[in-house]
């Protein structure tokens, strides 16, 4: 009995705690709505980015948040978050926002900061490709990988790479390269082969690699400080087609006439027009779009690379399409610090690169994991043999532990049925997305495309940055929604309201020394000079002036205070003159007014006159009287303790 009652205690104890530590962290509270200390830094924040910190604008943002809070909650209350106009305005921002939610940042920011490292250094490599047959059957992705092993057991009996390359290599460039392909950087290979490149160590070689085409292997031969890019321009002089060595050799004489020529002082741009034999470069002088290595024929970037000075041309250079003469046009090193513009370039590149499905496989994993993915006990034979017989027309076999109700698998407490999964089966066979996979693989995708579909219509369940923008958006709108019912519709309409409002409060609303004007704003001085000759001669005609000056000119009539007009600090008003011209800060724009009559002392408004001021100010009386009323229905407490406790500049 005694170990039961200090149990109780202990466990009383442990709630009381729990309890104030949770109060410890809430700010103030109105009604049984908790606001957490972490909730009001947050909007705090992002609302005074200029001020500093500090216990006076906490107790402004608290006074303008309390209110905030109190007019959201009674939108809820009165269900305003139900109104058609609402679902449909929260539908359509969610719609907007969700995509930029849906990538697995950590993933993706892992691959950009990777692509980063690996764009500081270029890797020297050697390749050896084995390929498929078009559509390859078992026996002929065999074949290749039996090939492909006897190359590498003789590259590691010590054999010389380049010799088993053009014993055992497919590509015919290798075979003549002896498999050098020379420099790479990140985004030149597929991502796969880019990966061995950069883990493999210098004078190493890979075991049989499986690609999408073939089999690779690769020899790292040596790595460098990126280079980066380079502009040049080029005078291609080509190989016939299956040239002889006397065609190369006549090739190789004309490419050194030329580059005479360049010698003596001939210009480059127009020697390429007439020789080059490079179909996309030749009219623009020879000038190519800038690259970085891994982009064409070794000799001819390594030739590109070693040019040092803007201007300078190289003696010409052989390579399998013939002699290039090239002229450096400029030089740009790869970037050395991560800042914005460098992570924004490789991340539009990651995006745009196969090894983003990298970041969706894992993306994948975490999504099935916090949705709660499990597949559930079925047969998968008989799964398969009645989906077959579902999409051929026959008769559904009979399985005792299978029918149409059977769950396939769940996320969370939401079930998937064998009769879903047939009417994602029929849907793909209707769309003619039917061949090439097997049942197992087709469930796979069905699995995938379904976690995808809810993980994505659950979001906020899963994403608090996401809950977060969608609640801000959604108490934003309520906000407007129920001040517009409760204060700026009823302000304006409220005819006798607004007049008792004025008669209680008319020493308020006096004019200032004021003039009645028509204020001009003009698209430059010549615009301004020009409408000042037009209105002077006819004052009456200043509305015809402006409209036909195609909104080029901006006009307003009125009595306005001498505050409200553009008024130099000497200007002197008098009636039927202008006032000086006011240039805009930042634009070309002129301000002037034509002063009709001036009224040089205070004189009290009319209701007319004031309407304006007084809706504004009857708005804010109203909304006064509410917050009180909402005050009463939701009181307002404050931590103090937690009020000191904010953090202050």
């Known amino acids: ?31 049984a709505q908790p606001v957490s200390k972490q909730e009001f830094l947050k909007a705090y924040k992002k609302n005074n980015t200029k001020s500093k910190a500090s216990a006076k604008s906490y107790q402004e943002y608290l006074d303008l948040y309390t209110r905030y809070k109190l007019k959201v909650r009674a939108a809820y209350d009165m269900k305003l978050d139900t109104l058609a106009n609402q679902l449909a305005d929260l539908q359509n921002f969610r719609s907007q926002i969700v995509d930029q939610y849906m990538n ?38 065999l074949q290749a990988f039996q090939k492909a092993m006897n190359a590498y057991g003789d590259l590691a009996k010590g054999n010389e790479f380049g010799n088993v390359a053009k014993e055992y290599s497919e590509d015919p460039f290798e075979k003549s390269n002896s498999g050098d392909i020379g420099f790479i950087t990140v985004f030149d290979i597929p991502y796969p082969l880019e990966s061995l490149a950069y883990t493999t160590a210098v004078g190493k070689f890979t075991k049989p690699f499986r690609g999408k085409t073939g089999y690779h292997i690769l020899k790292v031969i040596g790595a460098r400080k990126a280079i980066g890019k380079v502009k040049v321009a080029q005078i291609l002089l080509v190989f016939p087609y299956h040239a002889t060595d006397a065609a ?31 179909n996309l470069t030749y009219q623009s002088g020879g000038e190519m779009p800038e690259f970085g290595v891994g982009k064409y024929d ?13 201007g300078e041309v190289s003696r010409p250079v052989e390579s399998e399409f013939g002699y290039h003469i090239i002229k450096l046009i400029g030089r740009k090193p790869t970037p050395s610090q991560k800042d914005k513009m460098t992570t924004d370039a490789i991340r539009m590149m990651v995006l745009n690169d196969a090894r983003i499905e990298t970041a969706k496989k894992e993306m994948l994993q ?18 398969w043999i009645y989906t077959d017989s579902i999409l051929q027309n026959k008769t559904k076999p009979s399985f005792p532990d299978l029918t149409e109700n059977t769950v396939v698998f ?10 879903d999964w047939l009417a994602h089966r029929k849907a793909m066979k209707t769309s003619g997305a039917s061949g090439g996979k097997s049942n197992k693989e087709w469930f796979d995708q069905y699995v995938q495309i379904t976690a995808l579909e809810y993980y994505r219509n659950h979001l906020e369940n899963y994403n608090k940055e996401f809950a977060y923008q969608l609640k ?21 309409s409220d005819s006798n309201g607004l007049k008792d409002y004025f008669q209680a409060h008319k020493s308020s609303y006096v004019w200032q020394p004021s003039a009645d004007a028509i204020v001009f704003t003009c698209a430059g001085n010549k615009m301004a000079e020009d409408i000042k000759s037009k209105i002077g001669q ?77 809706i504004n100010d009857y708005q804010n009386y109203l909304e006064d009287k509410w917050i009180e009323e909402l005050k009463k229905k939701y009181p307002v407490k404050v931590n103090e303790v937690v009020m000191k406790s904010l953090p202050l500049n």
């Open 366 to 383: 975490t999504i099935l994991r916090d949705i709660q993915y499990k597949q559930a006990a079925f047969n998968e034979s008989q799964l």
């Open 248 to 278: 190369k050799l006549e090739t190789r004489q004309r490419a050194d006439s030329i580059y005479q020529v360049l010698q003596k002082g001939g210009d480059f741009a127009e020697l390429a027009r007439h020789f080059s034999g490079d």
């Open 538 to 614: 006819n004052p009456s005609y200043w509305r015809r002036i402006t409209d036909s000056a195609s909104g080029l000119i901006q006009a307003d009539s009125g009595r306005f205070e001498l505050s409200q007009l553009p008024l130099g600090e000497t200007n002197k008003l008098q009636n039927a003159q202008f006032s000086s011209q006011v240039k805009a800060q930042g634009d070309n724009n002129v301000t002037m007014a034509y002063i009709i009559r001036t009224y040089d002392q205070k004189m009290p408004r009319n209701f007319s006159d004031a309407r304006g001021l007084v």
């Open 104 to 141: 697995n940042e950590a993933s993706l920011n892992k691959l950009i900061n990777e692509a980063f490292l690996r764009s500081q250094k270029d890797v020297h490599v050697q390749h050896i490709f084995i390929g498929f047959p078009k559509n390859p059957s078992p026996s002929d992705t």
């Open 410 to 419: 769940s996320f969370g407490k939401k079930q998937f049925l064998v009769k």
């Open 1 to 31: 009995m005694k170990y039961f009652v200090s149990c109780v205690l202990v466990l009383l104890f442990t709630q009381l705690l729990l309890a104030d530590t949770v109060y410890a962290q809430t700010l103030f509270t109105y009604g």
């Open 472 to 492: 801000e958006f959604q108490d934003g709108n309520l906000l407007f929604e129920i001040m517009q019912r409760k204060v700026w519709d009823k302000a304006s």
């Open 298 to 310: 070794p000799a001819f970037e390594s030739a590109a690379f070693n040019l040092k000075t803007p």
